[in-house]
Structure formats: C-alpha cells, structure tokens
C-alpha cells in the first residue's frame, strides 16, 4: 500500500509558478509509475503528467506541455510538478497517484491517490 501526500499549491497570478511535490510513504515508491492529474470544479478529473519508475520517461497533456515539468526523487520518495507560466485556466485541485495499469491518461489506471492540493491562479 502507499499513501501520498500532496503539498505547494496555492494562489499565484497569472505567469507566475509553483513547485507542487507529492510525498508517498513505503518502501516501493521507487516501483510505480506516478502521475499528477487535476480537477476544476464542475469537470472531470484529468491528466496532467506522468513519470516512469526511474525518471527516464514523461509525458505531458498537450495543455500543459512546455509550461509543466514532471520530476522524481527516488531517495526521498517524492514526485514534483514544477508549474510555470501558469493560466487562470490551471485553477484547479492537483493529486498525485500512482499507476496501476492501464491507459496512463485515464484515472482508473491509478490504485492510489492523494488527497489533492488547490491551485488558483487569478487573471
């Protein structure tokens, strides 16, 4: 079982950044492909980002491409999500999950999830 905790979110304005990180508890974090997704109120749950088991491999929704950057430090069981040139349409709660199989894209392809962090950018 792994448990994750979400944190750095907050209120930016527009163009600015954040760091969120996502820490998980255990000893197999190093095993799972992590993801962060995110949710505004009144729309669906939606992919974000994904990271392999070591880092090598990350792919990014086309919203968030070149602006978003998905890392992991293994030794510290923690997965990042660096947000740059934010919109106020990047409003939204953030989870980090872990992959359990499937298409990476889709919620239901990921067993654990964080209890989110709010970021609200204003225009």
């Known amino acids: 079982q792994v448990q994750l905790v979400e944190s750095g979110g907050g209120l930016v304005q527009a163009g600015g950044s954040l760091r969120l990180s996502c820490a998980a508890s255990?000893?197999?974090?190093?095993?799972?492909?992590m993801g962060w997704f995110r949710q505004a109120p009144g729309k669906e749950r939606e992919f974000v980002a994904r990271?392999?088991?070591?880092?090598?491999?990350?792919d990014y929704a086309d919203s968030v491409k070149g602006r978003f950057t998905i890392s992991r430090d293994n030794d510290k069981n923690t997965v990042y999500l660096q947000l740059n040139s934010l919109k106020p349409d990047d409003t939204a709660v953030y989870y980090c999950?872990?992959?359990?199989?499937?298409?990476?894209?889709?919620?239901?392809?990921?067993?654990?999830w964080g209890q989110g962090t709010q970021v609200t950018v204003s225009s």
């Open positions: 999950a872990s992959y359990s199989g499937g298409s990476y894209v889709s919620p239901e392809a990921y067993g654990y």
């Open positions: 990271i392999s088991r070591r880092g090598i491999t990350t």
């Open positions: 255990g000893r197999t974090f190093s095993s799972y492909t």
